[in-house]
C-alpha cells in the first residue's frame, strides 16, 4: 500500500476500511464494496464488516465514487463510537483519492459532485483518518465482493445509501 502524496502511510494498529468499485464492462453492470479489517495485538487480521451493492448499468468511476462515501461514511461511524481510534481508508482509485483530497480537479460534471460528497466526508474527519492508494493488483479484499455483486446481481446490503448520487444509475 503505497500512500499518496497528501496522505500517510496505513497504521496496521488502526483498523482499515478497504473499498472498491467496478464495471463489467464500462460502462455496465457495477457494484461498489468496502471491507472494514481489524488488526489484533499480534498481527492477525479479521474482516468485521462487509457490505456491497449492486448498479444495473454505472461506471467504474460513479461506483469507486459510491464505495469512498460509504467508507468514509462508515469511518466517520467508527470515530463517533471511538472518538480516540483513528481509522485508515485504503482504496485503488486514483482519480477518487486525487479528487478527495484535492490534489487534482474532476473534470467529468456528473462525477464531480459526488466526489465532493465524499471530500467533504474526509474533511469532517482529517486527522482521525488516513487515505491510503494501494495499486490495484496488491489485493484489495472488497474487489471480489464487487465481481460477486455484479455476477450476481445483487450486493449483501439492504441500502448502500448512495443510488441517488447517480440517477441514471
Not at 497528501?6 to 496496521?12: A, M, Q
Not at 460509504?70 to 472518538?83: F, G, H, T, V, Y
Not at 495499486?135 to 465481481?147: F, L, V
Amino acid at each position: 500500500v503505497t500512500p499518496t502524496a497528501s496522505t500517510r502511510p496505513v497504521d496496521p494498529s488502526h483498523p482499515t476500511i478497504f473499498f472498491d468499485g467496478g464495471s463489467q464492462p464500462n460502462p455496465g453492470p457495477s457494484a461498489a464494496a468496502f471491507h472494514v479489517v481489524a488488526t489484533d495485538q499480534h498481527g492477525n487480521t479479521t474482516t468485521v464488516m462487509r457490505r456491497s451493492q449492486y448498479y444495473p448499468r454505472a461506471t467504474n468511476n460513479q461506483v469507486e465514487a459510491i464505495g469512498s462515501v460509504a467508507a468514509l461514511r462508515q469511518a466517520k461511524r467508527m470515530l463517533e463510537e471511538n472518538p480516540t481510534q483513528p481509522v485508515n481508508v485504503v482504496g485503488d482509485s486514483r482519480l477518487i483519492f486525487d479528487g478527495i483530497t484535492g490534489t487534482s480537479k474532476i473534470k467529468d460534471p456528473k462525477l464531480a459532485p459526488h466526489v465532493e460528497v465524499a471530500a467533504a466526508l474526509y474533511r469532517s474527519i482529517i486527522g482521525w483518518v488516513t487515505l491510503c492508494h494501494m495499486h490495484r493488483d496488491c489485493g484489495n479484499p472488497s474487489d471480489k465482493d464487487c465481481n460477486e455483486a455484479i455476477r450476481t446481481g445483487k450486493g449483501n446490503a439492504a441500502d448502500f445509501g448512495d443510488a441517488h448520487m447517480f440517477p441514471d444509475i
